[in-house]
């Protein structure tokens, strides 16, 4: 059996219309119907050329399922590595993603992750 695939996107901000602008943190496309299942906000630090982040919090659990894909204007099968796109998602977690995008900091980013919180 193999093992699942974490993916990860950077949620920048919500649009007017409820999609998400995303950021594919992940080593692999993100497809349509991929279903994230923890929140987090991290806060990111620099010491010259190294980056690292930090867990505000530990990860909180959602269910929003990827139902939309629009890159460039044009609707999209997956998401590129490293490329951006506005997801539209379906599921449990959206109050709890805005939230989070409402009342962060400076060089504070919020991540979704297909894989569960770990417990």
Not at 18 to 32: H, K, Q, T, W, Y
Request: proline letters at 5%.
């Amino acid at each position: 059996m193999f093992a699942m695939a974490d993916l990860e996107v950077m949620v920048d901000r919500l649009l007017p219309d409820g999609r998400a602008v995303v950021i594919n943190n992940s080593d692999e496309e993100v497809p349509l119907g991929t279903v994230f299942r923890s929140l987090q906000s991290r806060r990111t630090h620099r010491e010259g050329d190294r980056f690292w982040q930090e867990p505000l919090a530990a990860a909180e659990l959602v269910e929003l399922e990827v139902s939309e894909i629009e890159s460039w204007r044009h609707p999209v099968a997956s998401l590129g590595r490293g490329h951006n796109a506005a997801f539209r998602f379906v599921g449990v977690g959206g109050e709890l993603l805005q939230s989070h995008l409402e009342h962060r900091e400076k060089f504070v980013y919020v991540f979704l992750c297909s894989l569960p919180p770990a417990v």
